[in-house]
């Protein structure tokens, strides 16, 4: 008993050294890790709405295009008749065209800004996986630091190795002392003793052979 209890009184010593020398690394590594993946979370989610505002701007781009070349049409063949409404057609083709640049001004912004932030996600998942599997890596060396560790308690394994010898040893007297005590059995003895004669004559008879051909 008192073997049991100091076999586990080490080995939960040393397992809660160990993890309390984790808890403190991982906990930190953890932490980091959840708020850079909250981060590119976000940062994924403003490129996507980035994305969608970028095709809202080309479709009223491409819209004001469109307008642009029907007033310009509608000032074409209306100018020999109404000059007043020509020009005013014209006017409506302007303010299509100031309109379409200004937009297009906002879209060459809006696709700069969203390359720079597609390139930071990029790099922050990148960065997110390289820290995981960092985490994984420092996580499964622990392990194994902590199972070799365990197993330097040569004292400990000594006392261990000593338990199965005595036990293996107890074992096999009671195995011996059984087999001592086993109750004969003429019949089986009988015919053990006929074959063991019968494979001596006949390994007999072969050396006769063997004499009879020299």
């Known amino acids: 008993m008192s073997l049991i209890k100091r076999l586990s009184a080490t080995l939960f010593a040393r397992l809660d050294g160990v993890v309390s020398e984790i808890e403190d690394h991982e906990a930190v590594v953890q932490t980091s890790i959840d ?11 403003r490129l996507n709405q980035m ?28 100018a020999a008749e109404d000059e007043a409404r020509a020009l ?6 302007r303010q299509c065209r100031r309109e379409a640049e200004r937009l297009q001004q906002s879209l060459d912004g809006c ?40 197993g330097q308690e040569t004292e400990l394994l000594r ?19 059984l087999r001592d005590i086993a109750p004969e059995d ?7 003793r006929r074959e063991r004669d019968e494979d001596l ?8 052979q063997q004499e009879k051909k020299q």
């Open 35 to 45: 708020e850079l993946r909250h981060q590119v979370a976000r940062a994924r989610a």
């Open 51 to 78: 994305q969608r505002d970028e095709q809202q701007l080309v479709d009223r781009i491409d819209r004001l295009r469109e307008d642009t070349g029907r007033w310009g049409e509608r000032a074409r063949r209306c």
């Open 88 to 93: 005013s057609c014209l006017e409506r083709r």
């Open 111 to 150: 696709r700069d800004g969203a390359a720079r932030l597609m390139r930071d996600v990029e790099e922050g998942e990148t960065r997110l996986q390289l820290l995981h599997q960092r985490h994984t890596l420092m996580r499964a060396r622990q392990c194994g630091t902590a199972a070799r560790t365990a």
């Open 159 to 177: 006392e261990v190795e000593a338990c199965f010898e005595r036990w293996d040893t107890r074992l096999t007297e009671r195995e011996l002392s």
């Open 186 to 192: 003429p019949l089986d003895e009988g015919f053990s």
């Open 201 to 208: 004559r006949a390994e007999l008879d072969v050396l006769l």
